[in-house]
């Protein structure tokens, strides 16, 4: 596809569940990257993968968060024992190499994620 | 770390008016500096961007130039529509393996 892509646009989901979030990167992309967004702010870094490895996962919250790009492409969000607090929108972005600093990000629509 | 800030919000604008929208950075070395939109009901748009210090970067009547000496990239465009109506959000990014720090966003609307 043209773009990134991320599935699902809207998760529902009850306090205390697991979720998933996908994000299927732009092709060729070796940078891919998580953020939070909470409402009336900016996007809140979670990790960066360079290829299949986590380069940066310094924005981790907690433990209940965990990511993995097993194959350097398609990248999944998983977050455990989901809390209240998790709500907010879930973006993905890739960039072709994320070594410089003239690497430009494009970001997918994100994930809302919504918990009960 | 770096940091960014830019003006708070929202800003409410006449259609044709100038509009400038203030950042400043914080930052170790020298960082690409990065303006990003939202539309109402869309993801992150990149608008511009400026890789080194007086760079001017320029999109759809938008410009911003990358002031080293006051640690500024500030938005500016002359003349508003009410299509530009979203939020903005100033970026900025250092070298290898540096992750992209975003502002709060400035929400504008521009009215007929």
């Known amino acids: 596809g043209a773009g990134v892509s991320q599935t699902p646009s809207n998760k529902v989901t009850e306090k205390g569940k697991y979720v998933e979030l996908r994000c299927d990167p732009i092709s060729g992309h070796t940078a891919l990257y998580w953020y939070r967004q909470s409402l009336g702010q900016g996007p809140e870094f979670l990790i960066y993968?360079?290829?299949?490895?986590?380069?940066?996962d310094s924005g981790l919250p907690n433990d209940r968060f965990f990511a993995v790009r097993p194959e350097g492409s398609v990248s999944t969000l998983k977050i455990q024992r989901t809390e209240r607090g998790d709500s907010a929108v879930y973006l993905c972005?890739?960039?072709?190499?994320?070594?410089?600093?003239?690497?430009?990000?494009?970001f997918g629509p994100g994930t809302r994620l919504t918990v009960l | 770390g770096n940091s960014v800030t830019q003006m708070e919000g929202p800003v409410t604008l006449s259609e044709e008016a100038f509009l400038t929208i203030n950042c400043t950075y914080t930052?170790?070395?020298?960082?690409?500096l990065f303006w990003y939109v939202q539309y109402p009901g869309e993801g992150l748009q990149l608008l511009l961007k400026?890789?080194?210090?007086?760079d001017k970067g320029s999109n759809k009547g938008f410009e911003a130039t990358y002031r080293k000496e006051t640690t500024s990239f500030h938005l500016e465009k002359g003349s508003v529509q009410v299509s530009d109506s979203a939020v903005y959000f100033c970026a900025s990014k250092g070298d290898y393996g540096q992750n992209f720090v975003f502002g709060p966003g400035t929400r504008l609307s521009v009215l007929p």
């Open positions: 972005a890739s960039s072709s190499s994320g070594r410089t600093s003239t690497d430009t990000q494009y």
């Open positions: 400026a890789t080194k210090a007086d």
């Open positions: 993968f360079q290829g299949t490895g986590a380069a940066d």
């Open positions: 930052a170790t070395g020298y960082p690409s």
